[in-house]
T-cell receptor, first 114, second 112 residues
Framework: KAGVTQTPRYLIKTRGQQVTLSCSPI?????VSWYQQTPGQGLQFLFE???????NKGNFPGRFSGRQFSNSRSEMNVSTLELGDSALYLC?????????????FGEGSRLTVL | SQQGEEDPQALSIQEGENATMNCSYK?????LQWYRQNSGRGLVHLIL?????REKHSGRLRVTLDTSKKSSSLLITASRAADTASYFC????????????FGTGTKLQVIP
């Protein structure tokens, strides 16, 4: 069974631009959660999607958005990038809702904002 | 704010020794999980312990949970160089938010 796939793995953007990150969950998994990881703030929850519906949202500004497609693949978008958005963005999939059990993580997308 | 706080922040031991890391959390939980992250990679699930359980084992891992003290510990016995990684506890708040919240992590270095 293929694992969680995140693309792109690395990207460099400049302030003010926008970025879209993609996450393909494990086949059969219906939940996709997104996390931002930085040295200063650690792992911060962004949002969770389950069956194309946003189930939960963390404390991030509206510049951070996401969606989930009918095949459970998910994308997150960050608009008007700021230097502080530089981070490793991790997605995790699970069969049921994330809080019910084990999360399977992708390798992450490392975003650098210049 | 983070639900869990790991202690110590960093730990350096010799191969073959045991490593213990602790996680304290602030509110009642449904379950607590431990994850490992190799440098800059994704997290890997290690073990899940539910709020009505006190101890679980998986291979060289032993996890305990003390809900009265709102704390958990992860013991890795007979450590190996390959155990070098960051370890995170993750909690699910039982109050209804139903989201997984990660702690600050313990960076473990096992010296061969």
């Amino acid at each position: 069974k293929a694992g969680v796939t995140q693309t792109p793995r690395y990207l460099i953007k400049t302030r003010g631009q926008q970025v879209t990150l993609s996450c393909s969950p494990i086949s059969g998994h219906r939940s996709v959660s997104w996390y931002q990881q930085t040295p200063g703030q650690g792992l911060q929850f962004l949002f969770e999607y389950f069956s194309e519906t946003q189930r939960n949202k963390g404390n991030f500004p509206g510049r951070f958005s996401g969606r989930q497609f009918s095949n459970s693949r998910s994308e997150m978008n960050v608009s008007t990038l700021e230097l502080g958005d530089s981070a490793l963005y991790l997605c995790a999939s699970s069969m049921g809702l994330a809080f019910t059990g084990e999360l399977f993580f992708g390798e992450g997308s490392r975003l650098t904002v210049l | 704010s983070q639900q869990g706080e790991e202690d110590p922040q960093a730990l350096s031991i010799q191969e073959g020794e045991n490593a213990t890391m602790n996680c304290s959390y602030k509110t009642s939980i449904n379950n607590l999980q431990w994850y490992r992250q190799n440098s800059g990679r994704g997290l890997v699930h290690l073990i899940l312990i539910r709020s009505n359980e006190r101890e679980k084992h998986s291979g060289r891992l032993r996890v305990t949970l003390d809900t009265s003290k709102k704390s958990s510990s992860l013991l890795i016995t007979a450590s190996r160089a390959a155990d070098t990684a960051s370890y995170f506890c993750a909690t699910v708040y039982s109050g209804g938010y139903q989201k997984v919240t990660f702690g600050t992590g313990t960076k473990l270095q096992v010296i061969p």
